[in-house]
Each structure stands twice: as C-alpha cells, then as structure tokens.
C-alpha cells in the first residue's frame, strides 16, 4: 500500500512539472515585458481617478456654456427694458440737462441699478459671442473687438453710476459716446464676422442683416449726437437681437 501510495506521489509529481514546464515559455514571454513599476502604478491609478473628475469637468463645462444664448437674449431684454422706463428720462432724448439731473438726484438708486443691468448684460453678451464662436469655429479676432467693446462699455457706464446727479454734465458726453458709438460699433463688428462664418440660410442672413443695419445706425446715431436716432435704432435691435440669440441657441446647441 505504501508502494502505491508513493507511486500515486510520484505519478502526481511528475504532473506537476509537466505543467509547469508547459506554463514556462508563457510566463518567460510574459516576463520580456518590463515589470510596472510604482510610478507606473501610481500614474495608471492617477489616471483611473483624474478620467472620471476630468469628463465630469468638461461636462459641467459645456452644460453651463450651453445656456449663455439664453442668458444673454434675458439679460438683453431686462436691459432695454430699463432703459426705456428707468434710464430713459436722463438720456440726451431730454434736452434739459438740469432736468436730466433732478430725475438722477430723485431717482439714484434705480439709475444705479439700470446701469448694474447694463453691465451685466454686456457680460454676457461677450459669454455668447463665445459659445457662438466655438460652435461656427469663427475668428477667434471676434472675440477679442468685442471684449475691447466691453471695457469701453463699462467705463462708460462705471463713469455713470459713479457721478450720480452731481458730476452727470461733466461726465454724460462722453459716455454716452463711449458706449452708443464705440462699444456698440465694437460688438456690432463682432457679430457681424461671427455671423460671416456661420451657415445660414438666405431668411436667417437677410434677418441677420437687418439686426446689425440696426446696430450700425445706433452707433452712428450716437457718433452724430442724434439722440431721436439711437432711440429708434435701440428699439428695432433689441427687438431682433433677443429672438435670435434663442434662435441660434436651438440651431447650433
């Protein structure tokens, strides 16, 4: 019984190392690769965890750029909203400028306010002409005229929150120059070239064309100090230009 116990042993042995020695070419054409080392481990797991962080970021990315057309044609609208009923009554259309600045004196915190609106709707104005050019590959140039068109927005409109009534003559000129002619000549110049590098159908560019024929007029409006002119060519451009931020919103999102 012990012989056949130590020839079953024996029998098993022999088995053992005929696996092992089918297992040998395998694992020696395994061991030509080089072994990980702890960098590599360490970089395969940053990896692993930065993967998820990283497409969650840019998603979150895209989501929220997703909504600056929609943003932009509300702040807009808030915009020429104020104008007309808050901002209005201290503009060049009232040719008394002592007028002008008692319904500033008597009306401070909203004319603050309005400005405030203005500002935040000339951000994101420039937010839109971004993810308007990221989806049409425009000129990146475009995005740099209108960031100027910003800066000389809101010094305009910085220079008018902070005269109040007191120092509104000295103050009221230029700025209002500064932001009817150059800012808005700014973004006009902008759209226009962005609106060059998209695909549009002939109604979409004819619509398009009377929007920035608009825009051109307001500004020359401004340039020639004609205020009559700025008032109109304000109404019919942000009557077109809020529907077409939500139009090219739902065509290119």
Known sequence: RRCGGCAHACARAR??????ARRRPDEEGRTEVPADSGEQHDGHEHGRADG???????????QSAAVAPLVC????????????????PATPLVPEIAERERYIREHLLPWRLAWLTWMAAGASLLWFYSWWRARVRGPKVALAIAAVGLVADWSAEIALIASGADGYRSVAPAAFFLTGAI????????????????????????????MWSAALMLSLGAAI????????????LFAL??????????RLR
């Not at 808030?78 to 007309?84: N, R």
């Not at 609106?195 to 619509?207: E, I, Q, S």
């Not at 230009?241 to 739902?250: D, S």
């Open 15 to 20: 088995g053992g190392r005929e696996r092992l």
């Open 225 to 236: 100090a004609q205020p009559l002119v700025v008032a109109i060519a304000t109404a019919e």
């Open 241 to 250: 230009f809020c529907p077409w931020c939500v139009w090219l919103w739902l």
């Open 73 to 88: 044609a509300s702040l807009n609208l808030l915009a020429a909203l104020v104008m007309a009923f808050v901002i209005a």
């Open 52 to 62: 998820p962080r990283a497409r969650h970021a840019h998603s979150i990315a895209l």
């Open 183 to 210: 800012a808005n000549g700014l973004y006009t110049f902008a759209g226009i070239q962005l609106t060059l590098a998209t695909p549009l159908g002939v109604r979409a560019r004819a619509y398009a064309a009377f």
